[in-house]
């Protein structure tokens, strides 16, 4: 096996542990959303005991990232007897060698978005905290309750679409995706105004209120992170970051 192949290999095995990460984030979301439907107090604290798995996973894969980074060697480049230095020139030469650049992006990427992976486990083993409070204080059905379900299927589906965008590099799936947070967002306020008026009607609920504020707000988050996830194809494709030139 060459070199080349071998890193091809490696590329390849980075590529499938971050959709691996990925998918086991958006798994735990949706048995959150089904802990809360079903105020699963037991399920909840199951989703809180594996976020560990996803903790570890991102340092896994950030580990493989900087062995693919210092494996290529990359060649100082020398003007007049001084480097090219700091660390946006450092980065802006790795990522402009040839013909790797493409390589060193899906890296770089990776290392970025294991961030928002990971943070989309955290706001899910959040939301699982909070769900035996929420079964103590809230009636099966509760309407704002439901409205946070659908709310949170709705970021739940821009996750996948997200992570699908990804692994196709497909720029238009992506698009869609961060068109879709409106949505998510435009539901966000609608429960909170809700929550409010609930409030404002009833004084000693606020604790119950309180608590699903904070359940809508972590999957408002979530949303945001499948927008993260979403932008970076652009940059794997084309080394454009948010409709800029980053080299």
Known sequence: MTIRTQYDADLAALKTAVAEMGQCAADAVEA???????????GAASIVKGDGRI?????????????????????????????????????????????????????????????DIERIGD???????????????RKAGDPA?????????????????????????DEPAAQKVIAADDEVDYDFNAIKHTLAAEIAADPAKVDA?????????????????????????EFVRTGRYQNEAMF
């Open 123 to 137: 706001h899910a083993a959040d939301i699982a905290e909070i769900i035996p409070h929420l079964a103590a204080s």
């Open 145 to 169: 309750v439901s409205d946070a379900i659908r709310m949170g299927q709705k970021a739940h589906k821009m996750l996948l679409d997200a992570l699908d965008a990804l692994t196709g590099e």
């Open 209 to 233: 209120a309180l608590d699903l504020l904070m359940v809508i707000k972590y999957l408002e988050r979530i949303g945001d992170h499948a927008v993260n996830l979403a932008e970076w194809v």
């Open 32 to 42: 959150a959303l089904e802990a809360l439907c079903t105020a699963d107090a037991d």
């Open 55 to 115: 903790n570890s996973m991102q340092r896994d894969i950030e580990h493989r990232c900087m062995t693919l980074l210092l494996r290529q060697q990359p060649v100082a480049q020398v003007k007049g007897g001084v480097h090219l230095g700091g660390v946006g020139g450092c980065m802006t030469l790795l990522l402009r060698q040839q013909p790797v650049a493409g390589d060193l992006r899906r890296i770089s990427t990776a290392m970025k978005i294991v961030t």
